[in-house]
Every structure is written in structure tokens, then in C-alpha cells.
């Protein structure tokens, strides 16, 4: 047989609109699909399962600008954390629910004016697991950002 060279072939990524860099054709076909399958079922809420909305009214967040200083350091949050909140946090990261980012963002925008007070800033998210970005096929901090028109900046990891 032919000796292993240690050649693996790279993924194939590409752009998909409403995110932000390359993804893979699998993450490419899992946002197809669930964009496809909107189409054909209906959204409830994700805090109160109405139907027709992906979130009423009455159950988007509450925006309020709030911060804290955590071991010395200030942060801002753009939304009271609830039970509402944290619905609408669930269906985004764990049911595929990626319109929740309309709902979700001006919180994180809020929170990014505040923090930033007219300065420009670098957002850094939290690295996204591999395990979660192939099971999500997305990454929620570059959804949230994208809609804000911020870019997400990625640190080279460090050795
Ligand atoms: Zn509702």
C-alpha cells in the first residue's frame, strides 16, 4: 500500500450569507436545510410556543444596559437575564433556531455601545467548540455580530 505522508485534505468552506467567514459544505447543507424547512413548518415562539412568530412581542427580552465589575473587570450585558431570555438563548444555541439572532442582537448591540463608549473595539467571542460547530453548523457570536455589522475577531492560538 502507498506510506502515510500525513496529507489530509482540507475541508472545503465557503461563505454563506448571514455569516460570517468560511464554513463547511456540511454546515453550508445544514443552514440550507433549516432555512428550507422555515418555509415549510410553522415557528412558534420559543418562549410561549405561539404561533407564527419566532418570538412575540411580549416575550423578547427586555433590553437594559447593566454592568458588573467581575474580578476587576467591567461587564456589560445588553438584556435582563430571565426566563425569557434564556428560551430564547436555548432555541439559538441548541434547537437550530438561528432567526433568534434577530431577536437577540440589539442586546448584544446595546451592550457593545455601552461597553465601547464611543471607542472602537475589538469583539473576541469565546471560541466555539469543534463538537458545537459541527453539531450547530453555525456559530452563535458570529450570527449575533453579523447582524450588528461587527466582525467577530478570531486570537491565532497560542502555543
Ligand atoms: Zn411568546
Redesign the pocket.
Known sequence: MFPDLGWRPEPIRFAVPGQTGAVTVRAAVVAALRDAGGLLLPQE?A??S?TGVA??V??RPELQTLVRTVHGLAVHSGAVWDERTAAILRGLKEDGRTGLARVLSPALGAALRRAAAGQRVAVVPIPTGAAAFRRRGYRVPDLLLGRLGVPAVRLPASS
Do not use: A, E, L, T
Open positions: 415562539c418562549v410561549c405561539r418570538c412575540c411580549g416575550c
